[in-house]
């Protein structure tokens, strides 16, 4: 089992970066896929990108592909995810999430962080 906490939301103006990481509890963190999924007001939770357990093979959403970047490290426990070039349909609570396998739909996944807000002013 994994706990996840997330943290490194807030506002940034269009064009800008932003750093989201998830910190993780557990002793098998680096048996994992780590993902990024996003939630846009009044829709569903969607994918945004994802990590193997050893960082060797990483998804992207097509929509953040070429902007966004994960990132783990799998001595500290944490996966990150670099924003670059946001916009503002970007703006959304940013999950983490936990699962043996990677897959676009949050089901597969049975451990989840809180959630971090992530704005984007244009």
């Known amino acids: 089992q994994v706990q996840l906490v997330e943290s490194g939301g807030g506002l940034v103006q269009a064009g800008g970066s932003l750093r989201v990481s998830c910190a993780a509890s557990g002793r098998t963190f680096d048996t994992y896929t780590m993902v990024w999924f996003r939630q846009r007001p009044l829709k569903e939770r969607e994918f945004v990108a994802a990590i193997s357990w050893s960082g060797g093979s990483t998804d992207y959403a097509d929509s953040v592909k070429g902007r966004f970047t994960i990132s783990r490290d799998n001595a500290k426990k944490t996966v990150s995810l670099q924003m670059n070039s946001l916009k503002p349909e970007d703006t959304a609570v940013y999950y983490c999430?936990?699962?043996?396998?990677?897959?676009?739909?949050?089901?597969?996944?049975?451990?989840w962080g809180q959630g971090t807000q992530v704005t984007v002013s244009s």
């Open positions: 999430a936990a699962g043996r396998y990677t897959d676009v739909v949050a089901r597969a996944y049975p451990y």
